[in-house]
């Protein structure tokens, strides 16, 4: 079965760095775009990022444009996002999301979410 | 502040039917398909709805969604009380070249 599961979150300090990865199996990884959707607290869904199947191109929201940067390595079945320069207003649950659709995106299959908390 | 709004709450007895309103512009709804997700707090979301009216396997009927204009709707009949839940459209946006999320309806199921 499909299954997605998100590591690295965690407390960090502002201005600080930090990497999730989304380790991918029951499916053939290579052939989908992924992409990573926050939550903060009591709040609702934020399209973080997303990436092409082959990693030919990458697409942010304006909000971490600059500062998140998405990755897959299809070799090893993962996708990444290393964030830098974070602030309190990237506190959130971070999930990866595989795209199912083809006319469009859509995200059938989410991990369970790790947490990042921006603090000092 | 999302380019997607959506009520925050709508309630309806059980069995009874409710609409979720999710209105955009020309600029996403309006020139794109439209996706829907269901959430349950502290659980990650759901995909009930995707291409504007079309349902995953698994999903049943009681979930349908619909588009006009800007505007895109869900559905949902036979309201059960594990229906209780935060539902959420998604669309792609031109003008912002970034896929968005309206801000989310809570659902109670009197």
């Known amino acids: 079965q499909v299954q997605l599961v998100e590591s690295g979150g965690g407390v960090v300090q502002p201005g600080r760095s930090l990497s999730l990865s989304c380790a991918a199996s029951?499916?053939?990884?290579?052939?989908?775009?992924m992409h990573w959707v926050r939550q903060a607290p009591g709040k609702g869904l934020e399209w973080v990022a997303g990436?092409?199947?082959?990693?030919?191109?990458?697409y942010y929201a304006d909000s971490v444009q600059g500062r998140f940067t998405i990755s897959r390595d299809n070799s090893e079945n993962t996708l990444y996002m290393q964030m830098n320069s974070l602030g309190a207003e990237d506190t959130a649950v971070y999930y990866c999301a595989r795209d199912d659709c083809t006319n469009t995106w859509c995200y059938a299959y989410w991990g369970q979410g790790t947490l990042v908390t921006v603090s000092s | 502040q999302s380019v997607l709004t959506q009520p925050p709450s709508v309630s309806a007895a059980p069995g009874q039917k409710v609409t979720i309103s999710c209105s955009g512009s020309s600029s996403n709804i309006g020139n794109n398909y439209v996706s829907w997700y269901q959430q349950v707090p502290g659980t990650a979301p759901k995909l009930l709805i995707y291409e504007n009216n079309k349902r995953p396997s698994g999903i049943p009927d009681r979930f349908s969604g619909s588009k006009s204009g800007t505007s895109a709707t869900l559905g949902i009949t036979g309201l059960q009380t594990g229906d209780e839940a935060d539902y959420s459209c998604g669309t792609w946006d031109n003008s912002l070249s970034a896929w968005v999320f309206g801000g989310g309806t809570k659902l109670t199921v009197l």
């Open positions: 990436i092409r199947y082959d990693g030919s191109k990458k």
């Open positions: 029951g499916f053939t990884f290579r052939n989908y775009g």
